[in-house]
């Protein structure tokens, strides 16, 4: 019987395939999706089926079968745009060629119609699955909605907050504590922090470990040192210029960002100071913008693309067969990256 007998004439559907191949329609969406619970022999039988019509499912036709869409969503409330665009490129790094788009929503989490918003989102779209970047991940409330969707989800967060199967931990009070020691051991004890919102768990894990690296030095936090902004450029700004106004200034700033960071070279610079020679500044996350800025900024490298590709893999492993929980993946370890921002204290210190 011919090809054109067997499927009247026209382009073969899933229907076709699965009454040539002598199973279900499921089982062959399972063999277009790689699933694992297909047997090897039922495999290679309908993947021979489709050679030899040249079936090619239709996106569409493929998320009604499991009612699902093939998007991938990210759900972000995240000030700084650096960040966002380097975590959608991990994202599409890891679903490129997968038959899986990207789909982003940002939304405002201090907003009274941010859970009603994000449920919105995730029941019109049908969403394949969700990466979420802070500080979306550390907000148990969404995980309810992904949950009662049966959504699946993978979180970015500073400490582990769920299973290993949902979670990316960048374990940024590290880093933190890298940067206080970097800054004591250069000899800076006037030694302030600009923190971020207070809605951020990065914010709180960063001070902390900023806090004992400066402890293993004998140093300690001055609260007149401290300051909170918003993880934005302009925030950085104001913050500095509070600090450096003070009648006794810091010699050195770690940010809590590097947005903030090169915010405090604008008030520094303002102020008539010379970075490092009269501040040093250190900030995080090692955006490209911190090599690209004169001086060249010292800062704590966090991978952001390389996080946004490892939820994504978590996010799609069944694709592949494989268990997230078991994904053999690098470790996220935050660490410092040594530029021009930084010196031993001169100017400001050697006046004082």
């Known amino acids: 019987m011919n090809e054109t007998r067997r499927t009247g004439g026209k382009p073969a559907t899933i229907n076709d395939i699965a009454r040539l191949s002598e199973v279900s329609k499921k089982t062959v969406s399972r063999v277009i999706n790689n699933s694992p619970f297909v047997k090897e022999e039922t495999r290679k039988r309908v993947e021979a089926v489709i050679a030899e019509h040249g079936f090619s499912p239709d996106p569409q036709a493929r998320g009604l079968a499991f009612r699902r869409s093939f998007l991938v969503g990210m759900i972000y409330d995240n000030p700084s745009p650096n960040y966002v665009v380097n975590m959608q490129q991990g994202v599409l790094d890891a679903v490129r060629g997968?038959?899986?788009?990207?789909?982003?929503?940002?939304?405002?989490?201090?907003?009274?119609?941010?859970?009603?918003?994000?449920?919105?989102?995730?029941?019109?779209?049908?969403?394949?699955?969700?990466?979420?970047?802070?500080?979306?991940?550390?907000?148990?409330?969404?995980?309810?909605?992904?949950?009662?969707?049966d959504c699946p989800y993978v979180r970015i967060a500073s400490v582990s907050l769920d299973e290993p199967a949902c979670m990316v931990v960048t374990h940024d009070s590290r880093g933190a504590a890298r940067a206080a020691r970097h800054l004591a051991e250069l000899g800076h004890t006037r030694i302030a922090f600009i923190s971020g919102p207070?809605?951020?768990?990065?914010?709180?894990?960063?001070?902390?470990?900023?806090?004992?690296?400066?402890?293993?030095?004998?140093?300690?936090?001055?609260?007149?040192?401290?300051?909170?902004?918003?993880?934005?450029?302009?925030?950085?700004?104001?913050?500095?210029?509070?600090?450096?106004?003070?009648?006794?200034?810091?010699?050195?700033?770690?940010?809590?960002?590097?947005?903030?960071?090169?915010?405090?070279?604008?008030?520094?610079?303002?102020?008539?100071?010379?970075?490092?020679?009269?501040?040093?500044?250190?900030?995080?996350?090692?955006?490209?913008?911190?090599?690209?800025?004169?001086?060249?900024?010292?800062?704590?490298?966090?991978?952001?693309?390389?996080?946004?590709?490892?939820?994504?893999?978590?996010?799609?492993?069944?694709?592949?067969?494989?268990?997230?929980?078991?994904?053999?993946?690098?470790?996220?370890?935050?660490?410092?990256?040594?530029?021009?921002?930084?010196?031993?204290?001169?100017?400001?210190?050697?006046?004082?």
């Open 98 to 149: 997968s038959g899986l788009e990207l789909v982003v929503h940002p939304c405002n989490r201090a907003s009274d119609s941010f859970l009603n918003e994000v449920r919105a989102f995730i029941v019109r779209q049908k969403l394949f699955g969700v990466v979420m970047p802070p500080s979306v991940s550390e907000d148990d409330r969404v995980v309810a909605i992904l949950k009662e969707a």
């Open 198 to 352: 207070d809605t951020f768990r990065s914010s709180h894990e960063r001070g902390r470990g900023f806090a004992e690296g400066l402890a293993e030095h004998g140093l300690a936090l001055d609260p007149a040192y401290i300051r909170r902004a918003a993880y934005t450029f302009e925030s950085g700004v104001e913050a500095a210029t509070e600090l450096l106004a003070l009648p006794n200034p810091p010699t050195a700033i770690f940010a809590g960002n590097d947005e903030m960071a090169i915010g405090v070279m604008k008030a520094a610079r303002d102020a008539g100071l010379d970075v490092p020679r009269d501040l040093s500044i250190v900030g995080f996350d090692d955006l490209p913008m911190a090599s690209r800025v004169w001086p060249n900024l010292t800062t704590v490298r966090l991978p952001i693309r390389d996080m946004g590709r490892m939820a994504a893999e978590k996010l799609t492993a069944g694709l592949r067969g494989l268990d997230p929980a078991t994904l053999v993946q690098p470790e996220v370890d935050p660490f410092l990256v040594v530029r021009d921002s930084t010196a031993a204290p001169g100017g400001l210190a050697a006046r004082r």
